[in-house]
């Protein structure tokens, strides 16, 4: 709006956002010069503080390129429909319809102007480019995301100075079920084409988009979501639903339960869930308080198949627990174990309580989980000076040695390990053996060892009958925060004469490996990252190459040598992707496609 009034003051409320005025304002706050609330909008300048600390260039666009996205996602095929729909109404109109994920890269872009496509193409705003704050500063989707609400960003309220000409429209998309942030839509036009309803057309897309992904949910989560709703009609307590890929809880969960409190309630939720238990127990939380926690298993569409599971949660007053079956989460001291994480914890808790009570046990989880070591840790606990032997049913000899150390000449701790191996004539000849010891009144302490499903086979039904509790033993993933105690014990093991740690840039990049080896393999890799660096804090570069990577699907011979190069050239250029080309003798295009496809974390520069 003009004042007509010559010599009349300018009124701020009434100028447009990209005014002269505004430009100067971005400039000196570019140039670290005072910068008053009133002259930009809140949002707008909590947006430049953030964009400074992610130390974005704002001369400049230099975005990732992470390479082709995965189209067949429900959220694509929710908003496929209305943006096509949208895009038909607006055909050869100057704006663009953006859909993007949860962290800003652009997964689809429809533009019905020839030059406003070629200068969001000049500007990376294209699919496989990331559009969040933390690399472009200030935009209609990254802020969008980052405050978690509708936003726009006109003309020289973006932080980069190449987007002063546009003006964009952001709203993240919420799951239907879950709740949770999964993309944004954006609307983005010219500066000079901009109005009020650019930002009221974004808020009805993206509800659009919500209400068809309803119709593309995945039918475990509909039918998970149902169980929930009907546990909350009928408690006014806490309830949570969960399953491998979302976590619902009402309100009352979010005001009575801090965080490390619903990690313990979700970590026992699922070792129920495996073991297929149905029943009341009393939890103690890691804040001190105890809980009442009753866990479903919420069948799903197929016979055998499972949605998840739901828990009810009542806290208790009292002391008065004599309904449950109290689950201690005090820590438990192992010689030579480490770990507290609440699905560590507990069965640790139950191989204790199964000595003190001097019955069998059997471990059951996958190889290299750390079934033998908590046996050994429970018998130094117990009895340091007893003796214990190990047998492998793999041997030849097994069958001698299990009579020699169950009753010729019986010893205090006696591990049986991969019974899961034994055929039903190997099983018929222990189980005498084991009869015969458990007959001489002072029998051994025995544990045997197994696969999580060997409980299933028929063959070892009458070995598994003299041992009355069998304990889970969490694969590594499962209690993945138990690395920073286990890569520091490894390494002193490694290390006996030199102080050597592990840095935060390469922890973080072990905790997030998939480890399918479990504690077995991260004691190789600790191994060998110590015969690297003898002495100081191991640095990702010391780590074998395929965990400076996030594997999505196991490599080829080629494709790992590829991998690897590709990594140590990062290296020796020091993270500078360019450079790294260059030795390479690849694109840049090329080798921005070759990190996102092996998932490489690059190194800090």
Not at 4 to 17: G, I, K, Y
Not at 90 to 112: A, E, F, Y
Not at 460 to 471: E, H, I, K, Q, S
Request: charged share 25%; proline share 6%.
């Amino acid at each position: 709006m003009v004042n007509s009034a010559p010599h009349a003051p300018p009124r701020r409320a009434v100028l447009p956002p990209d005014d002269e005025g505004l430009a100067n304002t971005r400039i000196r706050f570019l140039t670290r010069e005072t910068v008053e609330p009133d002259q930009v909008r809140e949002a707008i300048l909590a947006s430049w503080w953030r964009s400074r600390q992610f130390q974005v260039p704002a001369d400049r666009i230099d975005l990732p390129y992470l390479g082709d996205q995965n189209l067949d996602s429900p959220l694509i095929h929710g908003a496929e429909l209305v943006l096509e729909r949208l895009g038909d109404q607006l055909d050869g109109q100057p704006i663009s319809l953006i859909l993007t994920d949860q962290s800003g890269v652009v997964l689809s872009q429809r533009t019905g102007d020839t030059d406003l496509h070629r200068h969001l193409e000049g500007v990376e705003l294209v699919p496989g480019f990331s559009y969040g704050e933390k690399f472009v500063g200030t935009n209609g989707i990254g802020t969008a995301l980052e405050d978690g609400r509708p936003t726009h960003v006109f003309g020289h309220e973006h932080y980069a100075e190449h987007l002063e000409n546009l003006a964009c429209a952001g709203v993240p998309i919420h799951h239907p079920i879950s709740g949770r942030v999964i993309g944004a839509v954006d609307l983005t036009c010219w500066r000079k084409d901009a109005g009020g309803l650019l930002i009221a057309l974004a808020r009805t897309t993206a509800e659009q988009v919500r209400q068809a992904l309803l119709t593309h949910s995945d039918v475990r989560e509909l039918i998970l979501f149902q169980a929930y709703l009907q546990a909350c009609r009928r408690t006014t307590g806490i309830v949570m639903a969960f399953n491998d890929d979302i976590v619902m809880m009402n309100d009352c969960g979010r005001q009575l339960l801090d965080p490390a409190d619903q990690s313990v309630l979700l970590a026992h939720a699922t070792q129920a869930l495996a073991e297929g238990r149905r029943k009341t127990t009393t939890v103690s939380l890691s804040s001190g308080g105890k809980v009442r926690v009753h866990c479903r298993r919420v069948p799903g569409q197929r016979e055998g198949s499972v949605a998840g599971g739901v828990l009810s949660v009542k806290l208790i007053e009292n002391d008065d627990d004599s309904s449950g079956v109290s689950m201690p989460m005090l820590p438990m001291i192992l010689p030579g174990v480490v770990g507290s994480a609440p699905m560590w914890l507990r069965c640790s808790h139950e191989a204790d309580t199964s000595y003190t009570r001097g019955e069998w046990l059997a471990l059951a989880g996958e190889r290299g989980a750390g079934k033998f070591t908590l046996v050994k840790g429970v018998h130094q606990r117990r009895n340091p000076t007893g003796r214990m032997h190990t047998l492998d049913v793999a041997d030849s000899a097994w069958e001698t040695d299990a009579r020699r150390d169950l009753v010729e000449d019986p010893v205090d701790t006696l591990v049986i390990r991969h019974v899961d191996l034994l055929d039903g004539d190997a099983v018929a000849r222990l189980t005498p053996i084991l009869q015969q010891a458990r007959d001489s009144g002072r029998p051994p302490w025995v544990t045997v060892t197994m696969t999580q499903d060997a409980e299933t086979n028929p063959a070892l039904g009458d070995l598994l009958a003299f041992f009355p509790r069998t304990v889970a033993v969490p694969p590594l993933r499962r209690h993945i925060e138990d690395l920073k105690e286990l890569v520091p014990l490894f390494l002193s093991k490694h290390c006996l004469r030199a102080q050597v740690s592990c840095s935060p840039a390469a922890m973080h990049l072990l905790t997030r490996a998939n480890w399918p080896g479990n504690t077995a393999q991260l004691y190789q890799v600790m191994k060998k990252a110590a015969q690297q660096r003898r002495a100081g804090a191991i640095r990702p570069s010391d780590l074998p190459a395929e965990y400076q990577t996030i594997a999505r699907r196991p490599l080829n011979r080629i494709e790992t040598m590829e991998r690897d190069a590709i990594v140590r050239s990062l290296e020796d250029a020091d993270g500078n992707k360019a450079r790294a080309a260059q030795l390479l003798g690849i694109s840049r295009a090329t080798i921005y496609r070759k990190i996102h496809e092996y998932s490489i974390v690059t190194p800090d520069r």
